[in-house]
């Protein structure tokens, strides 16, 4: 719930003890949320997240061009919603964004300063260093100084900062790209182990994560029945992967001391949703399945959205849920070790993820409005 | 809720309203519901919609040779739930039926005698005339009786008589079949108004409406990119659809009269849901699109999970959720209407409308469970 | 081979039996074939198979905004072909346009005129009657006096007529559209016999009909898992369709005595290639099963691209190849006639059917440059 | 040509200087093949492209318990070829054998003793050491001697030893699984220049490489959607991959003196034909795009069937094709090599590359009967 709306963000940032900044919603309130960039297709999954959410109630849709238009005319299954599109939003206790790079920045101090909680899908506030902007996304980060306040918002890392920001007068989620939510989770027990000595993150994802917009490539008589290779050279969310790696403390590789190189590649294949990252991992030193297996029980044993599996996962079998399954396995033949992670990428790697951040920032339990199970065959 | 499970069916049918059955849950009560045929495709959609259905404990799976297992083993995508398998199910309130045709009607008659609800997923109490199982099913029904109690499950045409088995002292649903969910959806409010002079029935469906047993033309390498139509001659849920037709009134051709043929085709495509039914109707007297958009309008104004669209629906719009989108055009040209039908074949085709019929039977808001949003893309 | 190029058109209408027009190349020598509109699906499959045509050199691809490019640039698959895409053709024997409806009506004349062979597969020389073009595409024909002598491309039904343009002076064959190339193989053998009073018309599609233009709906998160009608009301294909019914003699409806007016409706499936048409007949008079397979039986007894199956047919058994099947059942329960035809909507409905008129019209083995064997699975 | 079919191999072997054997048929002649496991997608695919090798004729099929079935009746898309699948074959020149591993070995011996050409598209006859059949595949080699005669069927690496076969009195090629075909052309040139330090290969595959017969998890209903990895720690096809790295010299790892281990791992994707194979090289000295760009520039500047791509390469545009295409990118960031190779697996991946190796083995056009160009879209 957001609280003194119209104070100045500098007297919010001096005041917001004495003021007791709750977010949490009292009994029988409902957060009010908008959602900026409710026309593509992770706006869509927001609006079917938090339209069942129980806690919530969306105030308002904001999306290019729109003028009161039905959301039925955007996302066609929606339309039993009854929501519409506006260009502005109304007042709102949180708000979450799902825009182009670079977009964000522009936008979210003004409102972030009122004291509204901002739930950042694209990449302006996840990465703390500045100077990664230009280098992986081509523009110069316009309010730099928010970033060491901007928490990246996978919660099995971050879980602690999230639920801070419950009582801070500033509150800004920097939700993480698919690709690395699928990846950090395979890899974070090895992270933090100090077991990863080389690494190779090969990943496949489904169309949905390339946006709605009509591209050539991503017609359907171009996809079907064909894989590629893209992103070659350096796909952006390698900033991400390499930043919270080196966060989890042991990620160094030992043929470059001191700093994290990971080879990442990532496929298109011919399904809509869904991401698979496989996890190549030369180990610092000689390992075993059995400690592997401890690592990983220990790590998730307590995590709601992660399942440790003890046979490679199939990205189905998350489909339309809020879970990431993890598998690893010790080659004893090549001493190598295989992690594997999958998640369907419009949910735990965007929509949900999202909502399970933004619940811990307002005191609801994690789980609120994510119980959904799979959706299989 | 079952009461007086061990009273004889005589009794119960002469004393029910003395004795003042009533399925409805008391205060805090959730209804005991067991699963037969829990390792199929319909199976383990019944435990995603009752898995989360708020006045619903599922208190027992069985299925084939199981004997314990955990449900993860049959349907990977469950392994959450902690659900096992067993070889019988517990004493239970309500029991749904995912069963091959001729299984069912073994088997119901004592349990429909102890006041348990029956949900029949299966065709078996399906039709009421019990010598259309030898013709269309290729079984004697062993329990022909019973098809006089039995309701037709299509809560759009059935909903009283479907209510009113909340005091019954025996209570059978025979839930609808796929293609004549989508069919007579389209098709009821044409019917009402004996509109149908000429019926063509030209259906498409994704493949797990062939169940999951593993079959050569199901694999992959046989679906993919490709389109048959199967089923040539009298697909069995021609039964289904004109007895349902004929029930409604106005069904009768004018080529044939007093009697409904309906010209039925189904067609494999290459998705894993889905269903779509184009009903091409040669009208008994002329009418217009305005006579048409009211006839459609009043008759799923009130309607939960039935929306009339403006423009044609496509399946993935409804994918995972309970909803039929109907559409209906009058062609001006040729004289014709078309009234097509979509549905997910898993849900409001078997799955979904089971649940609703039962909540229902049980006297609970008739859209308990099945409120959520569908998921594209 | 084309002779006297600059005669023009109404010298050659006269002398063309003096003068001995004649398009069957000599013994060792290639006819020089050139492409318009080489940048879209049709394009490249003429491409894939008259770049190995015996009797063949493609000597020019135009496309649009080209200059140079290496066929790869635009068809990746065929970049090992070594063409280039230029803004104009070199001189050629025979030309064939796929180009946007009304573009060749304004080129084709001069075209002709020269002795160019023209196969045409757009649809602007396909309609015998010049005012069925702006009903159903919304231009004026500029060339209407051309309808009369082009021939409708559909070798099994118009053989005669395109082998006699071999000694034509001016030769335009308008290659049929997908729909009525599936539609009429399946119904040729009834109208014919005067079979056909009532016709529906279901026909499902993969994507590549839609051609190659970056569209919404072509999106792969959208058709993917997913089917739908379209072209509600009147696909334009239905003016080739009745016109060529009408011209089997028999195709009147009893209903519409004089006039054939089919319903048509159209599906979107989720694949690539391939077209399945069902037409659902009433029959102007009783028949049999065993009189329906003589008359299919005979008709395509000696066609080398029509199969007359005994099962219903897929359309991947077709793929990549220029065979039709085609499929026919009484339906002893309706009085119905089912007859199915599948093709590959690019071969047999475009390219390779295209190339089959070639041959006929330059007195080449009908079959050449056309005997691959489709590919499967 | 099969000649001194009768001859003893001992007596072959020592006089086909003397004799001189020669396999390439003589003008006018046909080789006669045979096809053992024609009821496979192998088997198919064999029958498509040898049904039209103008040097080849077909003379008999033999598949699991049949006798003188249509070949329809198994592979629907080839009726038209009238061929029928018999329990034996009869005399032939070749004999291309599609059987699962095991039984090939037992066989071979005999038929290849009578100068009748073996290819064997089994992994039976690729690995040189016999010691490597009960590790991977679990059994002993019958006919262990044989081995050291057999050719591994990849041209590119071996052409002039199956070249000399041709005057070879026992001929036997050992055809290259599906995934070292992609990943072995991906390295070579890697590999004959020491580059590889460090390997991971990465591979996804459409489900047709797992064959035919039924299995739940390749249901279309499992298998669309969804990607998952398979053969974790140790696909059979590592042997061959790491015997034939090894035969190129320079493919010992730095990290492993010695030894080249490969970290493999495979993939099913929701495709049905089609294998990329992604290679990530820790390579053993610096190096540059640019002289990686030379190194595949030059060793497959001649080569028919490789192409080097300056753009990832897709699956889709190799389809039905016997080309592979390859890419290399040095990684300037992390130091690191990736190498990608993409075939059709049932072409280049099997029966194509049969077919290649067949020709090199006759004396024949090495491109004979694979000129056909991919099917795309």
Known sequence: ??????????????????????????????????????????????IRLLGRHPDVEIVGLQGRDRDGDPIGATHAHLSGTGLT???????????????????AASIVPEMAATGTTIIDLGPDFRLNDAADYPRWYGF????????????????????????????????????????PTATLLALAPLARAGLIGDLVVDAKSGVSGAGR????????????????AYGIGGHRHVAEIEQELAGLGGATGVDNPGAVAVDFLPHLIPMTR???????????????????????????MREPFVSVMSTPPA??????????????NHDARTGRILAIGVIDNLVKGAA????QAFNLVHGLPETAGLEQLPLAP
Chains 1, 2, 3, 4 share one sequence.
Do not use: W
Request: net charge negative; aromatic share 4%.
């Open 315 to 328: 990205t189905k079998h998350v489909l339309g849920s809020n879970v990431a399954r993890v598998f690893v």
């Open 140 to 179: 110069e980060h316009p309010s730099a100084d928010l970033l060491a306040t901007a928490i990246y918002g996978l919660p099995e890392l971050h879980r602690p900062e999230l639920a801070a920001l419950r009582h801070a007068p500033v509150a800004i989620v920097g939700s993480p790209g698919c690709y």
């Open 213 to 228: 917009d009509p591209k050539p490539d991503m017609m359907f008589g171009e996809v079907n029945e064909s894989v590629k």
């Open 85 to 103: 599109v506006e260009r502005s939003l109304p007042e709102a206790d949180a708000v979450f964004l799902a825009l182009p790079h670079g977009t």
């Open 1 to 46: 719930m957001r609280e003194h709306a119209g104070a100045p963000v500098s007297a919010g940032l001096e005041t917001s003890a004495a003021t007791g900044t709750d977010r949490r919603p009292g009994p029988g309130q409902r957060i009010r949320v908008g959602i900026i960039g409710a026309s593509g297709y992770v706006g869509a999954e927001l």
């Open 274 to 300: 869904g991401i698979l990252a496989a996890a190549h991992v030369r180990p610092t030193r000689p390992t075993s399945q059995s400690e592997l297996d401890d690592l990983y029980a220990i790590a998730y």
């Open 352 to 355: 949900g993820q999202a909502v």
